[in-house]
């Protein structure tokens, strides 16, 4: 395993700040996951990396040796783009080869490091094909293989699902996960998908405008998000501008429509507060903190998905698909205090 140290990496086309001061330590053999939205400059930055962008500053430090100024060829990076770019003259197991002829491997010891790279990921029954044989999702594997037959120090992937069908996409995102889990190498992987991000990585990077917002686990980023971009990028959220207030002797939050108890460590004053869909309840009647009337209700199979509105406030709730739902019904609704998140405003 090795160690890829980033440090203010920066980088600006024309009047365009694509990236700015990009920096972050890469843990061993984990995968990092960078997500944003487009014009974000997570590519960008990955690229600079790779040493296909030269940054105007900044540096990229590998195994202790700064390689900024190395050509990508000579970095010991393996690479997968979102196109794939295979040799469509070359047949699954040359396109796998490639790599190891221009490293100068010995025959036999190529041979035997492509039949393990296809065994790897699942193709060896493909090797005589040509790529424009192959479902993208074949493909997406011989681009995988051929990348990590150098048996590189890191892996960069960019967008490599983004052009495969939602459940194609999903099933190579299962098993990408287990074969990078297995070999623990570490992964730097960008993508626009925020399921993608969080299901994959054991590091989540969230960048916007060119900067980063946040770093964390997934969980903590999704939980706990730094700001309301974070919040609302990740997944759904309610997000309501409140007050932070102490009422007889304890701190509470007061909501445009009713009060509920200040989470831990809360500062008195304006903020923002984030409740995701799934720290609101339907519940009983006579409890919950307020009411409010059914607009809409979507069904997602395992959950519903429901648009409440109270006084002009609308809300999303997700419960579980058992429930009765009928429009235009007023229904008690209760807040998680344990998934209230707030910071300053």
């Known amino acids: 395993m090795s160690t890829l140290k980033v440090q203010s990496l920066s980088k600006s086309f024309g009047a365009v700040e694509a990236v700015a001061d990009f920096s972050h330590d890469f843990k061993n053999g984990e995968i990092t996951t960078v997500v944003g939205p487009s014009g974000s400059g997570k590519s960008t930055a990955l690229w600079m990396i790779a040493g296909l962008t030269a940054p105007d500053r900044g540096t990229v430090i590998l195994d202790g040796q700064d390689i900024t ?4 060829e000579k970095r010991d990076l393996g690479l997968v783009f979102q196109s794939y770019a295979l040799f469509p003259h070359l047949s699954v197991e040359q396109n796998v080869e490639f790599g190891l002829k221009v490293r100068k491997m010995a025959a036999e010891d190529r041979r035997r490091r492509v039949d393990e790279m296809l065994d790897l990921v699942r193709i060896g029954r493909l090797r005589e094909r040509r790529i424009n044989q192959l479902s993208g999702g074949e493909q997406q594997r011989v681009a995988l293989a051929r990348a990590l037959a150098i048996r590189p120090k890191i892996l960069l992937m960019d967008e490599p699902l983004s052009a495969l069908d939602a459940k194609l996409r999903e099933e190579l995102r299962t098993e990408l996960f287990r074969l990078l889990q297995d070999l623990r190498i570490t992964t730097i992987y960008v993508t626009h998908d925020q399921i993608e991000a969080m299901s994959l990585g054991n590091e989540l990077i969230v960048m916007n405008g060119g900067r980063i917002e946040q770093t964390g686990r997934p969980p903590e980023v999704y939980k706990k998000p730094a700001n309301k971009f974070v919040a609302e990028f990740l997944g759904s959220a309610n997000i309501f501008e409140a007050q932070c207030v102490e009422m007889n002797g304890k701190r509470k939050i007061k909501l445009p429509f009713t009060v509920i108890d200040a989470p831990a460590q809360s500062v008195p004053g304006s903020c923002w507060v984030m ?4 720290g609101l309840t339907v519940a009983n009647e006579g409890e919950g903190h307020f009411r409010a009337v059914i607009e809409s209700s979507q ?8 648009v409440l509105n109270v006084n002009g406030q609308r809300l999303i709730v997700d419960v579980h698909n ?3 739902i009928n429009g235009g019904t007023s229904v008690p ?5 344990d998934q209230v998140f707030m910071w300053p405003r």
């Open 69 to 72: 100024a190395v050509p990508p």
């Open 275 to 278: 409740v995701r869909p799934e």
């Open 299 to 306: 069904f997602l199979g395992n959950q519903i998905r429901i």
């Open 322 to 324: 058992d429930l009765t």
């Open 333 to 337: 609704v209760q807040i998680r205090s």
